[in-house]
């Protein structure tokens, strides 16, 4: 299973819409393994095109190994390949999964420049407008395959303190530390994106696939931000997990993080 | 500023694609408030399409409201009117604030029904696969704007103490603990999924729309599974956040949640 493959449809047209659509559906576990996919017929109307449309996307979700198309059984999902491959950070105990998975894959500098701070990254990190901050983009791999699209910023005088060679070896947090930074918060937001043509191209997916879209604010102890990152993920292969236990009695009964609770 | 305008632009043409790419990151923050696009040129080069697509994309930007033409400057951001709608739920304490919001949104129930359980919301459950389970299909809107569309499934024994009527006009987590569950704990996978035909239309967006897609397991003190939801959100309009405080001392010094942190 190539999960890869650019499906040899041409961008933008009818059939690699719903490849792209039918591939993110068997990904993210609407269809499960071993499931029949819906008739081409009931395809076509449901996506509102032709059947021959439909076949095409069919045919390239077969070659690209995400179904097996079975004489008079129809199509029929198979992701078990796919299954081992996923990474998962816990919520609960969120960095230090990061920092682990750090560990087991490799990370490569796609850019390393000293540039004026876009504004609503100067304001985030509550430094001046226009200051100067150290940008790194990286892309995150496990086994070869790309899952992260990681976008740093950090202030200039902290910067100083580690150079290219050390964030393509290194992870940002530990040399922020090295540095004598004394990290105390962070604020992280969580939504989704599609891949814009750059970011497609680094984590070897089609442009407008969906990414798990992370933004993370970390400040020192005197609140100053230390760093700011934004971080695209895969959904296919990289997810946030979290338990929750319910606590407290009557009114006041609500739902709290497991602190380093073990996801399933 | 109408954000569910379907922009005037053939669906699966490259105009579209643009258009829906430039949107996700003006309403991603990527690009902010009062910054300029880059030019059609660069924009053009950037999504290998000509000059004319990128005009008709920018011309629906501008009639949608996410940007404003101005001459001789370009195309400049206006997110203003967007940024006040934005509903967001604590990561620490996630359920108490989704509990809040179903206080101040409402519900529209798509589809209730008896079914046998699909094998992996079975799986989920701990029941038998086949066993029958009260399926529900809700969309939840806040000042009559939908964001997120919602797939339960409930053992068939526990969901008899409710009916449609009841989903239509209360949270489901109120009547599982009125029929005398004791929820005890859950597991939450968070990741982004792209809007299918059906999803884009009930939340009115554009098909290949990105979404927040969250899938939880909800457990009673037994361990038995009495709640699979699968969650879509519109990320203009639900992110979820959370607040990490690094504690402990030297090589044990980690990141944990900070329960009941308020988000920025």
Redesign the interface.
């Given at each position: 299973m190539s999960i890869n493959a650019h499906s040899g449809l041409p961008?933008?047209?009818?059939a690699r819409?719903v490849y792209?659509?039918l591939r993110?559906?068997i990904s993210?576990?609407?269809f499960?393994d071993?499931?029949r996919l819906p008739g081409e017929h009931k395809l076509a109307e449901?996506?509102?095109v032709s059947r021959i449309t439909i076949r095409r996307a069919l045919e390239a979700l077969a070659a690209d190994g995400w179904i097996e198309k079975k004489t008079g059984a129809g199509s029929v999902v198979r992701t078990q390949e796919q299954a081992g491959q996923r990474l998962?950070a816990d919520?609960?105990?969120?960095?230090?999964h990061l920092v682990e998975m750090d560990r087991k894959t490799t990370a490569r500098l796609l850019s390393f420049s000293y540039d004026s701070a876009?504004?609503?990254v100067a304001q985030a990190l509550g430094i001046p407008e226009g200051a100067d901050v150290q940008k790194a983009v990286r892309v995150r791999s496990s086994g070869g395959t790309p899952f992260s699209h990681l976008t740093t910023y950090v202030p200039k005088d902290i910067a100083l303190s580690y150079d290219e060679a050390d964030l393509a070896t290194q992870p940002l947090f530990r040399l922020l530390e090295r540095s004598g930074v004394s990290?105390?918060?962070?604020?992280?937001?969580?939504?989704?994106?599609?891949a814009?043509?750059?970011v497609a191209e680094a984590l070897e997916v089609s442009?407008?696939?969906?990414?798990?879209?992370v933004?993370r604010i970390v400040r020192d102890a005197g609140g100053q931000g230390v760093e700011h990152l934004?971080a695209l993920?895969r959904?296919d292969l990289?997810?946030?997990?979290?338990?929750?236990?319910?606590v407290g009695a009557g009114e006041a009964r609500?739902?709290?993080?497991?602190?380093g609770g073990t996801?399933?």
């Open positions: 961008e933008g047209g009818k819409r792209l659509l993110d559906e993210n576990g609407a499960k071993g499931t449901q996506f509102d998962s919520f609960a105990t969120l960095i230090p876009p504004a609503a990290v105390e918060s962070a604020h992280q937001t969580v939504t989704a994106a599609l814009t043509p750059d442009v407008g696939s969906p990414l798990l879209f933004q934004s993920y959904p990289f997810r946030l997990e979290m338990d929750l236990a319910r609500h739902w709290e993080p497991v602190i996801s399933s």
